[in-house]
């Protein structure tokens, strides 16, 4: 059996599901990236796929550096189908591509508002429709509730990812008085007396200073989140060039959603008929036009071949520099030499 053999045999049994057994990607749960790459001085790259044209320049991007990587679907309950449609197209651009390097996908963050009994119940609908698509990590946003709604929601939601051992993110709660790390440390106790398998703790980029970054604080969110066997990801991280994404690896974040120029190239790959009303629906509704653009786009008329191939070469330019920066090259060859080994299955 290859080394490539012996990845596929991991592939959660969703992935299977969705792909079918005779495809030849490496789509994983990050748990298993986590745990080969644990001692490499990297974090996981996570990159939003804004429009599903940038897909083969993300992927170039990640043979070029021989990178892990992970997708991410920022709204993936825009509509019932979105979900299929994100992981079918991963797939198909990753089939056409040869693509063998180990990917993982992520659906969200989901907006938690509240705990009403409606509210959850639809995400958790949600949930399962993500799951049977085909995600291996789902991220949740619970920075509009308290500790306790945070730690309530939680497990009233996790159990599409229970049952199929999948990968759950949330962000903190609120932030009270006692400050972020506070915060985290309040969820990750709770939520660790529910039992909830949690895998990674997503705090933005804004949480973490004005300006520039707070070393102190992340380190010591670093430690908090580590404290209880979970990995820090931040996310957000927009602000500079990807050459800074290093001094996260340097802290010891595990995972890095980075948003970088993405919605911009995307955006400015229609012509501005097009555009301009994406720009100013954005607007109204108070989101990046690019994260609406991802949204609306099997509505917009296709891309031409030459702006479909301008957005594939930035792309590819762009996701180049962040995987560098976030330390994961050769990280592809690294985690499944780990994973083929006899007991490499982290499961």
């Known amino acids: 059996m290859s080394v490539l053999d012996k990845v596929l045999s991991l ?22 990236l986590l745990g080969a790459l644990e001692s490499t001085p990297m974090a996981l790259p996570c990159l939003p796929v804004l429009s599903k044209g940038a897909l083969p320049g993300l992927l170039g991007a990640a043979r070029a550096e021989d990178s892990v990587l992970g997708l991410c679907c920022p709204h993936p309950l825009a509509d019932r189908g979105a979900p299929e449609r994100f992981v079918r197209a991963v797939h198909a651009a990753a ?16 907006r938690v508002a509240s705990t009403d009994a409606d509210v959850l119940d639809a995400l958790q609908d949600g949930i399962f ?21 945070a730690v309530e929601a939680v497990n009233a939601l996790v159990g599409p990812l229970k049952e199929r051992e999948l990968s759950l993110e949330v962000s903190p709660p609120q932030v009270s008085a006692g400050g972020l790390v506070d915060a985290c440390a309040t969820l990750l106790e709770g939520l ?3 039992q909830v398998p ?41 602000a500079g060039p990807a050459r800074a994404l290093s001094s996260y690896v340097a802290v010891g974040v595990r995972k890095v959603e980075w948003r970088g120029p993405f919605g911009p190239l995307a955006l400015r790959a229609w012509p501005p008929e097009v555009r301009e009303p994406v720009v100013a629906r954005a607007q109204a509704a108070g989101m990046p036009a690019g994260e609406l653009l991802s949204v609306l786009e099997e509505g917009l008329p296709p891309l031409t071949p030459a702006a479909r191939e301008t957005l594939e070469a930035l ?7 962040a995987l560098a920066a976030l330390g994961a090259h050769r990280s592809a060859s690294v985690a499944m030499a780990f994973l083929a080994k006899p007991g490499g299955d982290l499961g």
Not at 129 to 148: E, I, K
């Open 315 to 321: 792309s590819f330019a762009e996701a180049t520099e």
């Open 129 to 149: 429709r993500v799951v049977d698509a085909g995600f291996a990590l789902v991220s949740l946003d619970l920075s509009r509730l308290t500790s306790y709604e």
């Open 11 to 32: 592939r959660p049994g969703n992935v299977v599901a969705r792909v079918g057994p005779g495809s030849r990607v490496p789509l994983l749960d990050p748990r298993e």
């Open 95 to 110: 089939q056409e591509a040869e693509h063998t390097r180990p990917l993982f996908l992520q659906a969200g963050p989901l």
């Open 192 to 194: 660790s007396q529910w």
């Open 198 to 238: 949690l895998r990674l703790l997503r705090v933005s980029e804004a949480q973490l200073g004005e300006g520039e970054v707070d070393v102190e604080l992340l380190r010591r969110v670093v430690e908090t989140a580590s404290g209880k066997g979970v990995a820090l990801a931040v996310a957000d991280a927009s």
